[in-house]
C-alpha cells in the first residue's frame, strides 16, 4: 500500500471530543501486521450485559472475519465480550487457512478477556489473498490489555485506518427521563492511496440499556437509509462491516420504539457514512442525489444510486459542467419507472429541465455557477408517486485513476 | 463538443474495403446541424422488398427517433424504405419538439424518394436537450437524393461519427448454392472527446432475400452475443440504434435456420461490437471477460458484466497491474451466485487463484508481464455448472476522466 500524502479536500477540521461510553474500554498496538511503526490492532472490551448487534457485507466472497461474525452475531449472552480490529491485512480470500487465523485471533482474545469466545469480533482489513499474520496480533493482546482505557476511542479510530487520510468519529448525547445516554462512533474506508477495496468499517457504542433483538432491528433499519445509501465507485468490499454495542452503562432502558435515541443513532450513522464519502478516493465533491416522486421506494432508490453511480454524472461533477442530460440518461437506464415528460431536475433549488426538455427559466450560467460548489444536490423528480429517497456520494477525478491504477497494490 | 485529437491507441489500420450491396445506395452531406465543414447526414436508400429489422436501447427516456423506430420496425412491406442519419444532435429530452422534428424529416425523406413514411427510420446523435434543426436536413435532401451512390457506403461511416476517433466498417460474403451473399456494416460509438453519451449506431446491410420475422429473430438472438456484450463504462444512451437490411439483391433466400448467414452476420456484428470498445473513451487496453461454469446463463452475464464494470478492476487493467482480488470482489458483489472455494481465476492462460486462494503456481511476475499486453482475457470459471457467457470492455484512464470531466459539453 502506499503512503498518505494528503487529506482529502472535504475531511472536517478536526476529529470529534468522543465522551466515555461507561462499560467500553479501548486499546491499540502496532502489531506490524503490515505497517511498520503505527498502531495497527485496536481491541475494545465490553462489559457484561452489553448486546450486540451487527450488519455485514453482502458479498458472496466475504471474509472469514465476517463469516465468523456473521455465525455470533443473533445469540443473546449476558457475558462480556470483545471486538478485535487489524488493519493491513483483509484476511480475505486466503482459503481454509482465513478461518483458522480468525478463531486463532478470537480464541486468544476471549481467553486474554476471559469471555466467551462466541462474544468475540472480529475484523480485518487491507490486502486480499495474503496469510494474516495471526500470531503477531496475538502476540500483543497482553499489552492491549494492560492499555485498555475507556478514554481510548481516538486511537481505536486510528488503529483500523488502511488508506483513509483522516480518522472518522461522531457522537450524539440524548436526555431520556433526566439523565443522559451517549452514542460514541468510530468508522474507516474509502481512503486515499492504492486499496484494495476501500472496506467500511464502523463500530458504535452506546451506554443505553438496550435488547440485543431491539438493538440489532433498529440497526438493520437505520442502515438502510445510512450505510447502505452511500457509494463511492459501486465496488463491494468483502469486509464491510457494522458493530453496535450497547452496554447499559447509563442505566436507562431504550427500545426500538425510543423516538429520540432512534434519531440519535441514526444521526451517528448517517455523520459517520458522510465521513466515508468524504474520504472517497479522489473526491473533490460531496454530491447528495435526492428522489422524489417515485412510484415505489425501490424505485428511488434504484434511480438515486443509477445517477449516484453513473461515471458520466460522476465526471461532470468533477469538471464542475452542469450537464442534466447525463442525469436523464442515468434514470433511462435505471430499469425502474420513469417518464421523460412527467421528470423534473434540480440543481439545489435551480430547476434545470421539466416536462420532457430544458426549464423555460434555466440559465446555463446558473448552473455552471452552482457547480463550482463543494457540497452538491442533485434532486430529481419522477411525477410519478409519493415514494422518495436520498444518496450520497462523491465526484469520479483523475485522483481515482491515479490511486487505483497508477500505483501498484 | 470537443475536437478529436487522436485515434484510439487501440484502432486497426485502416477502414476495410466494403462490398456493394445490390438494392442499397448511400450519401451523406454537410448540413451544419452542429458541426462545420463536415458531412454530418447520411442517406441510405433500400430498394422495394428490403426487410428491415431492428434492436433499440432499453431507456427510459428514449430518444424521439428511436420511439419512432420502434413504432414503424416490425410491420412488412414491400415498398422502398430509407434510412437518415444526423450527427451533432441527439433530439433528446426535448420534450414534444423531439417527435415534431424527427417526423419532419422523415416526412421529407419520404416524399423526397417516394417511399412511404412509415419505411423511413432515423437516428440522431449528439448532444442532448436543444432542439434539433430539421430544416437543415431537409433543405440538403435533394443534393442527397442526387449524390445516392451504391459505392459510398465509406461516406455514411464517416458521416455518422460525432466523437469517434476512427469510422468503423465490417463485412463478410458466404457463397449460398454457388451464390455470393455479402454483408456490409457501419457503425459508431463510443468516441473519444467531449460526448454526451457515446450513442452507438450501426447500420448493417446484406443482399440476403430474407422474411422481415425471420431478420428480426436472428438479430435480436445474436445481439445478446455482440452489442449487449460490450461495456465501456456501465452507462446506456437514450438513442443506441441498431437496424440491418436484407434487400434480397443476391437473389439468394436466406432464412433464419441458414448456419453459415447466421455465423456470418454473427461474424459482422461481433466485429462492429469490438470496434465501438476499441474506440472506448480512454481506452488502452481491449478485455474480454469469460465466464464458465456458472449455475445459469443469466448468472454467466451478470459476474461478467460485474467484471467488465467494476471500475477497481478496470484501474488495474489501466496500471497493469494483476490485481486478482478486485477480480473475486466483483464476482462476491454481482449477486450471482459463486461459492468463493470453487472458483478460479485465470489471467489468458495463467492460472491465478483457485480453490479460494491463489494458486501455489502463480508467479506475480508471470501476472504483471501478461498485463502489459493490449489485449487481455480475464477469464473466471465458477466451478458450479455448465453456463457460460463471454463480454468485452476496454480500461477506465485518465484518457476517461479527461474526456467526460476537463471538458465541459
Known sequence: MGEITHVSPLAPEAFPDLPVIEGVSFAAVAAGVKYADRKDVMLAHLAPGTAVAGVFTRSATRSAAVLDCQEKIGHDSAAGAAIVV?????NAFTGKNGATATKAVTNAVAACLDVPEGRVFSSSTGVIGEPLPHDRITAKL??????????????AAEAIRTTDTFAKGATRTIEVDGKAVKIAGVAKGSGMIAPDMATMLVYIFTDAAMQRAD??????????????????????STSDTLLVAATGGSGVEVTADSAPFKQALHDVMQELAHLVVRDGEGATKFVEVRVTGAASADDARIHAMAIANSPLVKTAVAGEDPNWGRVVMAIGKSGAAADRDLLSIRFGDILVAEQGWVSPTYKEEDGANYMTQQELLIHV???????????????????????????RS
Open 86 to 90: 487489524n488493519a493491513g491485512n483483509a
Open 142 to 155: 497482553e499489552a492491549l490489555k494492560a492499555q485498555l482505557d475507556p478514554t481510548a476511542i481516538d486511537q
Open 215 to 236: 438493538l440489532q432491528s433498529l440497526v438493520s433499519e437505520l442502515n438502510q437509509s445510512t450505510f447502505n445509501a452511500i457509494t463511492v465507485d459501486s465496488d463491494t
Open 381 to 407: 423528480d419522477l411525477g410519478l408517486g409519493d415514494a422518495e429517497d436520498t444518496v450520497w456520494t462523491c465526484d469520479l477525478t483523475h485522483g481515482y485513476i491515479t490511486i487505483n491504477a497508477d500505483y
